[in-house]
Every structure is written in C-alpha cells, then in structure tokens.
C-alpha cells in the first residue's frame, strides 16, 4: 500500500492549485494534507482561516467591488476546504449534531441529466445488521446514538485511504504500454482524474442513494461516463475508456468493501453521509475547484447549501461573490444584509 514511496509532501499538502505528481497520479493530492490539518489543535485552523479572510477582503476593497482574479479563486476554495477540515474536527468532538435523514438521497439539480430512468432509492432498510463493529469508533461514540459509527473525519480518511492509495499499486501494474507510456498516462491523472472520479460516485449517490449496491454495472458506467465528459477530459487524451474502466473497477471494489466488507458503514451511515464524505473528498482532492466545473456543481454547491453547516457563511458569501455560488439563499441573505 505505501508503494508509491517517498511521496512528496507538496503533493498531500496541496501546495500550489496544480498537481503533476507521476510519483501517485495525483491520488494522495491533497486529501492527506487536509485530515492532517483537520487534527491539528484548533488555533492553527483559526489562524488558517482569519488571514485567508484578511486577504480577501483586502483585495476586494482594492478592486472596489469588481470581481477578483484567479489568485482569488484559489484562495475562496481554499476557506472552503478549511471550513470543511473545521467541521469534520468539531464533529470528532461531538460538538455538532450528526446528520439525520432529513432529505432523501434525491438527485440533485443536473444530477439526472444523463440518466433519465428511475429506481427506488431507499430499499437498504432490511440491510443485514453488522456482526462486528469493527472500525474504530472515535470520540464520537460519546454521543450514545450510535456506538459503532466512526467519527466524520474517520469516515473521510477511511474512504480516501481506500479509494486511492488502497489501489494505486494495483492500477499502475494493470495499466498498459511502456515505461514511459505509463507515466504519461500517470501525469494524465493527476490532471483532475482523481475528484472526477469521486465526482462519479458523487453522481451515483446523489442518484441511487443505498441502493448504488444493487445496480453495479449501471453505477460503475455513470461514474465512466463522469470521468471522460469532464470539463477537463480535453487534456487527459491517454485516459481512454480501458484505462478509466480499470480505475473505476478497482474504486468500487474498494468503495464497496469500505462500506460493506470491513466495517459497517454502509449499515451505520445514511446516504446524505455518505455523499458528505465523497464530496469533501473530491474537495480535498481536486488541485483546483475553482477550474473544475463539476467539482463546484457537485460537491463545493451541496456541501455549501447543506444546513449541516460544513461551509460558513462567510465562505458562501465568497462563492456568491467569487463563482456565483452556492445559489439563491445565500443571495437573498447578501441582498437582505447590502
Ligand atoms: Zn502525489
Ligand atoms: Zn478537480
């Protein structure tokens, strides 16, 4: 598993908004980097936090109100990713409510845009029950609902380990050509493989909810499809269908044994968290959600929209100002406020 290596640490800290990593195809971009922030005492994510606010508000009374430039962009995806880390390290303390059923696993805005047949969603109700709870059950078992359920950043670093370093020996052996071939193919991937494939789980959840399990095949082509219509598939030319196909094939497996096999996630999460931890993991993945569309549309909007809180108002105002996110509340909150 710890084949890649001597990573860099350039790359899991997601220095810079740009990764070409061949060294891990971008797979630990950035994700490592953003637990580890999560776990650091309060203060340094505090700090993070109020100088990156000082910034901006600094260039916008520059510009006068005008729109800020792309350096600006980088920085308003960054507040989202510390708002993130933020939520994920207070919910370890038990300090935040977890998230409950209140919506349905509902596709969400554009999520059926390629789809347009329908299944019942929840039908995991009669789910087997765990035999044994064997993840480590984090502070958060202080809460007394449910014992066995993982802390919120535990879940995210368990999907993330999974879904990347878990199989990315196994996808650089299975990938085809040369020496040089492969790398080439490797730098490809770094080039927003990674939170495009999350993004195609994201699509699946947002489609199917529990039941992705029981329509594998169809789910497994969705999230294909996601990868090569991306934004930015235009420069990925070596990604082909063979390639993605064998990403996808070693994601679900590690997708699904995460949530069915080693511990009881599946049984213990309800889609809505599932969908959390897959959109802050593209996230904390893509190099740079300010130039990836699907990034902002699928995971940057609904974790801002949520009412969970994971984005502040202050970064949704940001959004607001910056890309037009995360929509019509946080408008009508800024035209109330003006
Ligand atoms: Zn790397
Ligand atoms: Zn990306």
């Given at each position: 598993m710890?084949?890649?290596?001597k990573?860099?640490?350039?790359?899991?800290?997601?220095?810079?908004?740009v990764?070409?990593?061949?060294?891990?195809g971008?797979?630990?971009h950035?994700?490592?980097?953003?637990?580890e922030?999560?776990?650091?005492?309060?203060?340094v994510?505090?700090?993070?936090?109020?100088?990156i606010l000082g910034?901006?508000?600094e260039?916008?009374?520059?510009k006068?109100?005008?729109?800020l430039?792309?350096?600006a962009?980088?920085?308003?995806?960054?507040?989202v990713?510390?708002?993130c880390a933020v939520w994920l390290?207070?919910e370890?303390d038990?300090s935040?409510?977890?998230?409950r059923?209140?919506r349905g696993p509902?596709a969400?805005?554009?999520a059926?845009?390629?789809?347009?047949?329908?299944m019942t969603?929840?039908?995991?109700s009669?789910?087997?029950a765990?035999?044994?709870a064997?993840v480590d059950a984090?502070?958060?078992a202080?809460?007394?609902?449910?014992?066995d359920?993982p802390?919120?950043?535990?879940q995210?670093?368990?999907?993330?380990?999974?879904?990347?370093e878990?199989?990315?020996?196994?996808v650089?052996?299975?990938?085809p050509?040369?020496?040089a071939?492969?790398?080439?193919i490797?730098l490809e991937l770094a080039?927003h493989?990674w939170?495009?494939?999350?993004?195609?789980f994201?699509?699946v959840?947002?489609k199917f909810?529990?039941?992705?399990?029981e329509i594998?095949?169809?789910a497994?082509k969705?999230?294909?499809k996601?990868?090569?219509?991306?934004?930015?598939?235009g420069?990925?030319?070596?990604?082909t269908?063979?390639?993605?196909g064998?990403?996808?094939d070693?994601?679900?497996a590690a997708f699904?044994?995460?949530?069915?096999a080693?511990s009881?996630l599946?049984?213990v999460l309800?889609?809505?968290e599932?969908?959390?931890?897959?959109r802050?993991l593209?996230?904390?993945?893509?190099?740079?959600p300010?130039?990836h569309?699907?990034v902002r549309?699928?995971a940057?909007?609904?974790?801002?929209?949520?009412?969970?809180g994971y984005v502040?108002d202050q970064?949704?105002e940001?959004?607001?100002?910056?890309?037009g996110l995360?929509?019509?509340?946080?408008r009508?909150?800024?035209?109330?406020?003006a």
């Amino acid at each position: 598993m710890v084949s890649t290596g001597k990573h860099p640490a350039s790359c899991e800290k997601a220095k810079g908004h740009v990764c070409r990593c061949g060294n891990c195809g971008g797979s630990q971009h950035g994700w490592k980097g953003w637990v580890e922030f999560a776990r650091e005492p309060e203060q340094v994510r505090v700090e993070r936090r109020s100088s990156i606010l000082g910034k901006l508000t600094e260039w916008w009374s520059a510009k006068r109100g005008t729109r800020l430039g792309s350096r600006a962009g980088e920085v308003v995806m960054d507040l989202v990713r510390i708002d993130c880390a933020v939520w994920l390290a207070r919910e370890k303390d038990g300090s935040v409510e977890l998230p409950r059923q209140r919506r349905g696993p509902e596709a969400a805005p554009g999520a059926s845009s390629d789809d347009s047949q329908s299944m019942t969603e929840e039908s995991t109700s009669g789910a087997p029950a765990p035999e044994v709870a064997s993840v480590d059950a984090g502070p958060s078992a202080a809460h007394g609902e449910q014992p066995d359920r993982p802390a919120a950043l535990a879940q995210v670093n368990a999907f993330a380990s999974a879904m990347t370093e878990g199989i990315w020996q196994d996808v650089v052996e299975d990938l085809p050509g040369s020496p040089a071939e492969v790398r080439e193919i490797r730098l490809e991937l770094a080039d927003h493989g990674w939170c495009d494939l999350f993004i195609g789980f994201v699509r699946v959840l947002e489609k199917f909810g529990k039941a992705f399990d029981e329509i594998p095949d169809r789910a497994k082509k969705i999230i294909v499809k996601t990868i090569h219509r991306s934004s930015r598939s235009g420069k990925r030319p070596l990604l082909t269908k063979y390639v993605v196909g064998i990403i996808v094939d070693k994601a679900w497996a590690a997708f699904k044994a995460a949530t069915v096999a080693h511990s009881p996630l599946l049984a213990v999460l309800t889609s809505e968290e599932l969908l959390r931890n897959i959109r802050m993991l593209a996230v904390f993945t893509c190099p740079a959600p300010e130039k990836h569309e699907e990034v902002r549309e699928h995971a940057v909007e609904p974790l801002a929209d949520d009412v969970q809180g994971y984005v502040s108002d202050q970064a949704k105002e940001w959004l607001t100002k910056q890309f037009g996110l995360p929509g019509r509340e946080v408008r009508v909150a800024r035209e109330t406020s003006a």
